[in-house]
């Protein structure tokens, strides 16, 4: 089992800079956790969720929706209990509800950003950002 809980969520104004986190634990001392993708959601009122980034523990590549490309940066500290979402150059509509996931690399795709369908196994509750314009 792994607990994710993120934190790090506000309300800014467009243009303005966030980091979330996500604290991972349970399962993180396993060496099997190496072989874990872990990504961050976001999901806004009345849309559908979109997969935003994700991070490969066994290799750390990492990958990104089109739209945050070049503005968020998903990372991991030095033991990948810790996921991170930098964002940059926020806008209104990266407004969303954020949330991380983790799954094993065999069980969810972990060479892509994950579609809005992903079934990842482990969830946060997830943290609100919201983007003033």
């Known amino acids: 089992q792994v607990q994710l809980v993120e934190s790090g969520g506000g309300s800014v104004q467009a243009g303005a800079s966030l980091r979330l986190s996500c604290t991972a634990s349970?399962?993180?001392?396993?060496?099997?956790?190496?072989?874990?993708?872990m990504a961050w959601f976001r999901q806004a009122p009345g849309k559908e969720r979109e997969g935003v980034a994700l991070v490969y523990n066994a290799n750390e590549r990492t990958y990104y929706a089109d739209s945050v490309k070049g503005r968020f940066t998903i990372s991991q500290d030095n033991d990948k209990s810790t996921l991170y979402l930098q964002m940059n150059s926020l806008k209104f509509e990266d407004a969303a509800m954020y949330y991380c996931?983790?799954?094993?690399?065999?069980?969810?795709?972990?060479?892509?950003?994950?579609?809005?369908?992903?079934?990842?196994?482990?969830w946060g509750q997830g943290t609100q950002v919201n983007v003033s314009s």
């Open positions: 996931a983790a799954d094993f690399a065999g069980r969810v795709p972990c060479t892509q950003v994950p579609g809005p369908k992903a079934t990842f196994a482990y």
């Open positions: 349970g399962y993180t001392y396993s060496r099997s956790y190496n072989t874990f993708c």
